[in-house]
């Protein structure tokens, strides 16, 4: 109902952060914006943004809840698909660091770690395209199951 509206208010924020970050930065938020609002509108609640522990280097870009699962979001972006598909920077070691700010994140909210799911989202702005894969990797997978 809301949709148009949100969009433009995304799109005049995208402008100002433009004029006062660096464009990496900014693009990097608005693709958060995009995957925010595509996982809201299959069903999942996001219930934080870019989360950091105090002292720690590990960040969660997206927090989502879906039913009785806690999934942790990993967004990547690029401007155009020459520039490669945005998963090719998801590579182990950055899997490693969410997976463990996702058990932190779990720990600190009394979730059981069997509950958390791991979830990729890519974004490419030109031409436009959006892909969600669900149980992108898992904590076994890491070590840490």
């Known amino acids: 109902m809301f949709a148009w509206l949100f969009r433009a208010l995304d799109t005049w924020r995208h402008r100002l952060r433009l004029r006062k970050m660096p464009a990496?930065?900014?693009?990097?938020?608005r693709a958060e914006d995009l995957a925010h609002r595509y996982?809201?509108?299959?069903?999942?609640?996001?219930?934080?943004?870019?989360?950091?522990?105090?002292?720690?280097?590990?960040?969660?870009?997206?927090?989502?809840?879906e039913g009785e699962r806690l999934v942790v979001v990993e967004v990547k972006s690029r401007h155009t698909a020459a520039d490669g598909s945005p998963d090719r920077n998801i590579d182990w070691a950055k899997r490693g660091r969410t997976s463990l700010?996702?058990?932190?994140?779990?720990?600190?909210?009394?979730?059981?770690?069997?509950?958390?799911?791991?979830?990729?989202?890519?974004?490419?702005?030109?031409?436009f395209r959006i892909e969600h894969r669900r149980d992108a990797w898992s904590l076994k997978e890491q070590g840490l199951g």
Request: net charge positive; glycine share 6%.
């Open 24 to 29: 990496h930065l900014a693009w990097g938020a």
């Open 39 to 65: 996982l809201e509108s299959i069903g999942l609640k996001v219930v934080a943004r870019n989360w950091t522990r105090p002292g720690r280097k590990e960040e969660i870009d997206l927090v989502a809840v």
């Open 101 to 127: 700010a996702g058990l932190r994140f779990a720990r600190d909210h009394r979730v059981a770690k069997q509950r958390l799911r791991f979830d990729e989202v890519t974004i490419v702005f030109q031409p």
